[in-house]
């Protein structure tokens, strides 16, 4: 039986349906694929397949242990999931808000096959059931608030009027409880209630000190002052404070330049209707308020407006002779709508534009896993963006003294995607602290297996690049090569060599593949970027040029010029091409192994060029115990570029400048 099976009586028609389910099992995948398959999961050997939204999915795949932030967002993937559902948990720990797990196995292939057995058995028996109870989770409830049309800066919980521009608010609903939907108002830091009026003693944003004598005006209509706030008469806007003391010698020009207008006012024999400013199709023969928005009507005379239609046509043989002085030109003037949208966003072209924040993550297909971009769209050109990883990251700043061979487990397992790199990070820094020197066979073996972590983190990357980009055959190639290279030794690398360079061919032969990512994502050299984004750029910054045992070897460094896209995905290429070389010359691939260090103290700080970039350990042993450790990591510093990379570009762009930079939420230190 399975927890979210469809409601209905199993019927004999429905068990055989339930049958047909069962054989014909599709996933979706929690964190992503590329995770997966770092722990060595081949999903499409089990008969799963993998497919990339929620609403074709039959079975959510939970591998290893997440973050609660994920746990929430899978709990929103698992509610969008179509009657029958199960829930398939691989090696994973806590999983509410999520139900109990259908399935349950441990995070191996051997797991991953057992378990699928045991899926295909509980669809057939249970994926009808009479009574199924709905799931439910705090994340999927909505609250309601209210803003402004005009003004979507302002946002209220309760309804009421906008402060800047007195428009009736307008609900909207919002995630009730969700930490990875609220990131727009988390980075504009705006507040959920905006005081009407400020305090005494203090400035406000427009650095007015309200400890001085306080006018109020209008700021549509400026003859109107107050000595106390409130709402303007004419339209209804809430009144703005100014300073009385800085300001009165403007404001009595304006005031007696008000009353000389006012004096012309309501001059004509003329009809007055009264319409809204937003609204210009309302009109009324009675003052009031605008039944659409709330705003006051203001009033406009039917002879001013025949007037102004037929000034074009008149202009030639009566306008030198009209007598402007009686004329009321202000009754002929409407909200300006300068001052109505100035406090909107502005798009590319200078018009304003109701901004939306779209998230994208944090299983969104082709960006890494754990990753949620929200980006704030103007249509569809990217006006700005935000980043941020929702996994749980190893914080080394808080990090309690502990033995070393912990310390080296903490490290090795905080990127799923670079074990390897974060392992021998490790160790070097603790070796360096220790004093203790390593064989130049042990090096060269540590290289080897350096480069295979390289080179099946490359394709991992390349098969998000392949789903990105539309290219299938490059994702599942990519996919199965990475696995194969997962574990292979030597020998079997170089057996693979073959179908590598087979791979890397037809794919700088791909055609459009040129047009599809040149000149997207644009970086110039600069000292910050890391691995493949800096020498994509012309920037050698690699942290192998440093180690004598990889020179000896025969390292040389890759780079290429652009510093975009094509530029990224050709480094890449070649740094696969070149970690096979590498490999096939150490002659062996070794796990690093940690020698015993004893009660030693020192200081100790390493350098290691991982798949993405130069990682950086400072590390203090007092007896033997890390009591200090300072962790540097280049995607750290590569997810602070995306806001430059994707700003006025379009969506489709700025999704792929993203998914080149390579990123792992991981190793992002917050």
Same mark, same amino acid.
């Given at each position: 039986?399975?927890?979210?099976?469809?409601?209905?009586?199993?019927?004999?028609?429905?068990?055989?349906?339930?049958?047909?389910?069962?054989?014909?099992?599709?996933?979706?995948?929690?964190?992503?694929?590329?995770?997966?398959?770092?722990?060595?999961?081949?999903?499409?050997? +089990?008969?799963?397949?993998?497919?990339?939204?929620?609403?074709?999915?039959?079975?959510?795949?939970?591998?290893? &242990?997440?973050?609660?932030?994920?746990?929430?967002?899978?709990?929103?993937?698992?509610?969008?999931?179509?009657?029958?559902?199960?829930?398939?948990?691989?090696?994973?720990?806590?999983?509410?808000?999520?139900?109990?797990?259908?399935?349950?196995?441990?995070?191996?292939?051997?797991?991953?096959?057992?378990?699928?057995?045991?899926?295909?058995?509980?669809?057939?028996?249970?994926?009808?059931?009479?009574?199924?109870?709905?799931?439910?989770?705090?994340?999927?409830?909505?609250?309601?608030?209210?803003? =402004?049309?005009?003004?979507?800066?302002?946002?209220?919980?309760?309804?009421?009027? =906008?402060?800047?521009?007195?428009?009736?608010?307008?609900?909207?609903?919002?995630?009730?409880?969700?930490?990875?939907?609220?990131?727009?108002?988390?980075?504009?830091?705006?507040?959920?209630?905006?005081?009407?009026?400020?305090?005494?003693?203090?400035?406000?944003? %427009?650095?007015?000190?309200?400890?001085?004598?306080?006018?109020?005006?209008?700021? #549509?209509?400026?003859?109107?002052?107050?000595? *106390?706030?409130?709402?303007?008469?004419?339209?209804?806007?809430?009144?703005?404070?100014?300073?009385?003391?800085?300001?009165?010698?403007?404001?009595?020009?304006?005031?007696?330049?008000?009353?000389? %207008?006012?004096?012309?006012?309501?001059?004509?024999?003329?009809?007055?209707?009264?319409?809204?400013?937003?609204?210009?199709?309302?009109?009324?023969?009675?003052?009031?308020? =605008?039944?659409?928005?709330?705003?006051?009507?203001?009033?406009?005379?039917?002879?001013?407006?025949?007037?102004?239609?037929?000034?074009?046509?008149?202009? !030639?043989?009566?306008?030198?002779?009209?007598? %402007?002085?009686? @004329?009321?030109?202000?009754?002929?003037?409407?909200?300006?709508?300068?001052?109505?949208?100035?406090?909107?966003?502005?798009?590319?072209?200078?018009?304003? @534009?109701?901004?939306?924040?779209?998230?994208?993550?944090?299983?969104?297909?082709?960006?890494?896993?754990?990753?949620?971009?929200?980006?704030?769209?103007?249509?569809?050109?990217?006006?700005?963006?935000?980043?941020?990883?929702?996994?749980?990251?190893?914080?080394?700043?808080?990090?309690?003294?502990?033995?070393?061979?912990?310390?080296?487990?903490?490290?090795?397992?905080?990127?799923?995607?670079?074990?390897?790199?974060?392992?021998?990070?490790?160790?070097?820094?603790? *070796?360096?602290?220790?004093?203790?020197?390593?064989?130049?066979?042990?090096?060269?073996?540590?290289?080897?297996?350096?480069?295979?972590?390289?080179?099946?983190?490359?394709?991992?990357?390349?098969?998000?690049?392949?789903?990105?980009?539309?290219?299938?055959?490059?994702?599942?190639?990519?996919?199965?090569?990475?696995?194969?290279?997962?574990?292979?030794? &030597?020998?079997?690398?170089?057996?693979?060599?073959?179908?590598?360079? /087979?791979?890397?061919?037809?794919?700088?032969?791909?055609?459009?593949?040129?047009?599809?990512?040149?000149?997207?994502?644009?970086?110039?050299?600069? +000292?910050?970027?890391?691995?493949?984004?800096?020498?994509?750029?012309?920037?050698?910054?690699?942290?192998?040029?440093?180690?004598?045992? =990889?020179?000896?070897?025969?390292?040389?460094?890759?780079?290429?010029?652009?510093?975009?896209?094509?530029?990224?995905?050709?480094?890449?290429?070649?740094?696969?091409?070149?970690?096979?070389?590498?490999?096939? !010359?150490?002659?062996?691939?070794?796990?690093?192994?940690?020698?015993?260090?004893?009660? &030693?103290?020192?200081?100790?700080?390493? @350098?290691? *060029?991982?798949?993405?970039? #130069?990682?950086?350990?400072?590390?203090?042993?007092?007896?033997?115990?890390?009591?200090?450790?300072?962790?540097?990591?280049?995607?750290? %510093?590569?997810?602070?570029?995306?806001?430059?990379?994707?700003?006025?570009?379009?969506?489709?762009?700025?999704?792929? /400048? &993203?998914?080149?930079?390579?990123?792992?939420?991981?190793?992002?230190?917050?």
């Amino acid at each position: 039986m399975i927890i979210g099976a469809r409601p209905g009586k199993p019927s004999k028609l429905r068990r055989l349906i339930a049958a047909a389910m069962a054989r014909d099992l599709t996933t979706f995948i929690i964190p992503g694929p590329e995770i997966v398959r770092s722990y060595g999961l081949d999903i499409d050997a +089990t008969g799963l397949k993998p497919v990339a939204s929620p609403r074709h999915a039959s079975v959510l795949l939970v591998a290893g &242990v997440t973050s609660s932030a994920l746990r929430d967002a899978a709990a929103v993937i698992y509610a969008q999931m179509m009657r029958p559902r199960a829930l398939f948990a691989l090696g994973a720990g806590e999983l509410s808000p999520l139900p109990p797990a259908d399935v349950i196995a441990g995070l191996s292939q051997q797991g991953l096959i057992q378990g699928v057995r045991q899926l295909r058995d509980a669809f057939a028996e249970g994926a009808f059931r009479p009574d199924v109870s709905d799931f439910d989770a705090p994340i999927l409830h909505v609250r309601i608030e209210y803003t =402004c049309p005009m003004h979507p800066e302002v946002v209220q919980n309760a309804p009421g009027a =906008c402060p800047k521009c007195g428009m009736n608010l307008v609900p909207r609903e919002v995630q009730a409880d969700s930490e990875y939907l609220h990131t727009a108002q988390h980075k504009a830091g705006s507040s959920t209630d905006i005081p009407l009026t400020p305090r005494p003693g203090q400035s406000d944003h %427009h650095g007015i000190n309200h400890d001085a004598a306080v006018e109020y005006t209008c700021p #549509m209509h400026p003859e109107v002052i107050q000595s *106390e706030p409130g709402s303007c008469p004419k339209c209804g806007m809430y009144l703005v404070p100014r300073d009385a003391q800085v300001e009165s010698s403007h404001d009595h020009h304006d005031h007696a330049h008000s009353q000389e %207008h006012e004096h012309h006012k309501m001059d004509h024999d003329a009809a007055i209707e009264y319409t809204c400013p937003m609204h210009p199709e309302v009109i009324q023969s009675e003052p009031g308020s =605008c039944p659409k928005c709330g705003m006051n009507l203001e009033p406009r005379k039917t002879q001013d407006i025949q007037t102004h239609e037929h000034a074009d046509m008149d202009s !030639a043989t009566d306008h030198g002779s009209m007598d %402007h002085s009686g @004329m009321d030109h202000g009754d002929m003037v409407f909200m300006s709508m300068v001052d109505v949208t100035k406090d909107l966003p502005r798009s590319s072209d200078g018009l304003p @534009m109701e901004w939306i924040d779209a998230p994208f993550g944090p299983f969104f297909p082709g960006l890494p896993g754990g990753l949620l971009l929200t980006l704030t769209l103007d249509g569809d050109t990217v006006a700005g963006s935000d980043a941020r990883p929702l996994t749980d990251n190893l914080d080394l700043s808080q990090h309690p003294p502990t033995d070393s061979t912990s310390f080296v487990r903490q490290l090795a397992g905080m990127d799923p995607l670079a074990p390897v790199a974060y392992r021998l990070l490790a160790y070097r820094a603790l *070796e360096n602290a220790a004093g203790l020197d390593v064989p130049a066979g042990t090096a060269a073996a540590r290289i080897g297996a350096m480069e295979r972590e390289r080179i099946t983190s490359h394709l991992g990357w390349l098969s998000l690049f392949g789903q990105q980009s539309g290219f299938n055959w490059l994702m599942q190639h990519a996919a199965s090569l990475q696995l194969a290279f997962l574990h292979a030794d &030597v020998t079997q690398a170089m057996a693979l060599k073959p179908v590598m360079q /087979a791979l890397i061919k037809r794919l700088q032969r791909t055609p459009l593949l040129k047009s599809r990512t040149a000149g997207i994502g644009r970086l110039t050299a600069d +000292t910050a970027l890391r691995g493949p984004v800096a020498r994509a750029s012309g920037v050698n910054n690699d942290a192998r040029s440093t180690e004598t045992a =990889c020179t000896t070897l025969g390292f040389t460094p890759v780079s290429r010029e652009g510093g975009d896209a094509l530029a990224r995905l050709h480094v890449h290429l070649d740094e696969i091409s070149h970690s096979l070389v590498l490999i096939e !010359a150490a002659g062996a691939i070794e796990l690093p192994v940690l020698a015993d260090i004893g009660d &030693v103290s020192g200081a100790g700080e390493t @350098m290691v *060029e991982t798949p993405r970039g #130069m990682a950086r350990l400072q590390l203090t042993l007092e007896r033997g115990q890390v009591i200090a450790a300072q962790l540097e990591t280049p995607s750290t %510093h590569h997810i602070t570029l995306i806001d430059s990379l994707t700003e006025q570009q379009s969506l489709g762009d700025a999704l792929m /400048a &993203v998914g080149s930079l390579d990123l792992s939420p991981w190793e992002v230190r917050q």
